[in-house]
């Protein structure tokens, strides 16, 4: 072995000194020795890209030994043979373990969790119950554990597939959209590069429209008498009259925020990621709507929802609870809340209002694409002298019972 090589005993014996100084073993490889009496192997090296000289450390002596130290300089030298920057190399290296680390680490109801938990900010925790407890029936028991970098489309289809053979479509459409935003949430932060499941809905088939429960437009003067004389509490009776004056979806309805009211200007904005169709909504707020509003203020004026929720008063009333009081007053199978809208719609074309107004306060898309490309109205102004007019017809229909958005007074049976 040449003088100039290292040897244990070499290494074992050498003494710091008030300067550190170096031992070198040849090719780069020295041990450099501290002060302090700290040791440390360095692979000295010109990098390929720019010919400067550059350190690199390959650990501490005597946790890694000379044999070692002496087989990092060959891979070392071995990589720079190929114009690869080992200390570039290395930190690839690094990163791609810790990324596997932490991948492993994303299980499929890890990530879910997460989602669910971003999401509550948004819905009901009533709501959220009821998404978490629909991923536990049908989802988790085969995912749950799985790496969300693993779950692949076909994965997800073969377990909602015996869905779709029981006929329950709309469980699977729910699924798919929940399954698919979990994927997406995963995507969106930076877990995966793309989201394998977007399109896993397009397999199945469409649950069939079905129309929503009404009833006839001479039918609202008895169900006006039935909402001011049914035993329903403040908040249930003045969220069932608020959609009917708004014709707002049940979960709009539901979902309405004192922030998203503007009482000066007295126009309702709803957020396009409340909406069905992904695009703010503008409300203009008749007189009525806006009574509405007073008799809520000393309920929920100091808390974020208009109609809070019972169980949580910092979130909002449930959306099947109108559904539920419509039920208790006897129009189980009659009417719905959505039905509320339908029974709207028809009244305002029995008027012969005008059809393009009706169906922008509806927030219905167009069906005709390219129409809708060209037609970006949304007929405010008209709206304005509609809805007023289907607000007074509600008033007018209560036939001297007081309704909450009336101006005769205010009439609650509490429950």
């Known amino acids: 072995m040449s003088k100039d090589k290292l040897t244990d005993s070499k290494l074992r014996t050498a003494k710091p000194e008030d300067k550190e100084y170096n031992l070198g073993d040849g090719d780069g490889l020295y041990l450099r020795i501290k002060p302090n009496g700290n040791k440390m192997w360095l692979f000295n090296y010109y990098r390929p890209d720019n010919k400067k000289r550059a350190n690199l450390s390959f650990g501490p002596y005597p946790d890694v030994t000379l044999a070692a130290a002496r087989e990092r300089r060959r891979q070392a030298r071995a990589l720079l043979s190929e114009n690869i920057d080992p200390q570039t190399y290395l930190q690839e290296q690094i990163a791609i373990t810790k990324a596997r680390d932490e991948a492993s680490s994303n299980t499929f109801v890890k990530i879910a969790r997460q989602w669910l938990d971003m999401k509550r900010h948004d819905v009901s925790e009533d709501y959220a119950e009821d998404t978490w407890r629909s991923l536990e029936m049908y989802i988790l028991p085969e995912l749950a554990n799985k790496t969300i970098d693993l779950i692949r489309a076909p994965m997800v289809i073969s377990l909602l597939?015996?869905?779709?053979?029981?006929?329950?479509?709309?469980?699977?459409?729910?699924?798919?959209?929940?399954?698919?935003?979990?994927?997406?949430?995963?995507?969106?932060?930076?877990?995966?590069d793309a989201n394998p499941c977007a399109d896993i809905r397009k397999v199945?088939?469409?649950?069939s429209k079905k129309h929503m429960p009404t009833i006839r437009p001479d039918e609202l003067p008895l169900l006006m008498a039935d909402i001011i004389n049914g035993r329903l509490d403040a908040t249930t009776r003045c969220q069932i009259e608020w959609s009917l004056h708004t014709l707002v979806r049940p979960n709009e309805s539901a979902g309405t925020r004192w922030d998203e009211i503007d009482l000066e200007s007295k126009i309702w904005t709803?957020?396009?990621?409340?909406?069905?169709?992904?695009?703010?909504?503008?409300?203009?707020?008749?007189k009525q709507a806006i009574a509405l509003l007073e008799r809520m203020k000393p309920i929920s004026g100091h808390r974020p929802h208009v109609f809070p929720s019972y169980r949580n008063p910092l979130g909002h009333i449930h959306e099947q609870t109108a559904n539920a009081a419509l039920k208790r007053l006897g129009?189980?199978?009659?009417?719905?809340?959505?039905?509320?809208?339908?029974?709207?719609s028809t009244t305002l074309n029995e008027q012969e209002f005008n059809p393009d107004v009706i169906e922008a306060a509806l927030s219905h898309a167009d069906d005709n694409e390219i129409r809708r490309a060209y037609n970006r109205s949304d007929y405010f102004e008209q709206r304005i002298k509609m809805m007023q007019w289907w607000s007074d017809h509600i008033e007018a229909a209560a036939q001297g019972w007081f309704s909450l958005g009336g101006s005769k007074g205010l009439k609650i049976v509490n429950s």
């Open 270 to 286: 709803i957020p396009a990621e409340r909406m069905k169709m992904d695009r703010t909504h503008r409300i203009p707020l008749t």
């Open 204 to 207: 199945f088939k469409k649950p």
């Open 331 to 344: 129009y189980g199978g009659r009417l719905v809340a959505h039905g509320l809208r339908s029974l709207g």
């Open 161 to 192: 597939r015996p869905l779709e053979a029981d006929g329950k479509l709309e469980t699977v459409r729910r699924l798919c959209q929940r399954v698919n935003e979990i994927m997406s949430y995963a995507v969106n932060h930076g877990l995966l």
